[in-house]
């Protein structure tokens, strides 16, 4: 079985100030991480993921394989990084080889100006 | 050009209804899902087709079926409406090949609504 948990609902941060968003996982091989984004009425779009190692509007997130944790930073907040985040994992299922994304509940960051 | 795209994008219908929602993928990938985001904002996948054929199924109500015509299509009907069926549905679609994942692309969501 694969989990995630967002532990943070609603993150509220000032401009400038760090962020860490935080997310964990269960799983017993090796995953996939992604953080997803969801602006105010827009759609989900990827915002990054582990095996990339690239930094996106500012943003990073180092797999932890000791913690199973894929946290998810910027130091400087901005106003438009206000919005709903979601970690998500992809593992294999048991049956066909076939991966299977689970998402996180989701965390709202909220950057006060 | 829109990459992910589903109809209707809002929709309001009585209890008890059955209803549809469309979802078309131009991309080529070869898995399309469905997502229900209810009103924590809580995300969770309902299906998911890889070529036509179904390979991820969770908990969900038998009233709930979806129907992937081709693997750029994927339909969700939804017999016997409930209240509790009011949420945003999102679709996506992948390449997923045995062994990896790519990105999903996810559509702009319809906000279903039931009175």
Known sequence: AQRVTQPEKLLSVFKGAPVELKCNYSYSGSPELFWYVQYSRQRLQLLLRHISRESIKGFTADLNKGETSFHLKKPFAQEEDSAMYYCALSGRMDSGGYQKVTFGTGTKLQVIP | ?115
């Open chain 2, 1 to 115: 050009d829109t990459a992910v795209s589903q109809t209707p994008k809002y929709l309001v219908t009585q209890m008890g209804n059955d209803k549809s929602i469309k979802c078309e993928q131009n991309l080529g990938h070869d898995t399309m899902y469905w997502y229900k985001q209810d009103s924590k904002k809580f995300l969770k996948i309902m299906f998911s087709y890889n070529n036509k054929e179904l390979i991820i199924n969770e908990t969900v109500p038998n009233r709930f079926s979806p129907k992937s015509p081709d693997k750029a299509h994927l339909n969700l009907h939804i017999n016997s409406l409930e209240l509790g069926d009011s949420a945003v549905y999102f679709c996506a679609s992948s390449q997923v090949e045995r062994g990896a994942t790519d990105t999903q692309y996810f559509g702009p969501g319809t906000r279903l609504t039931v009175l």
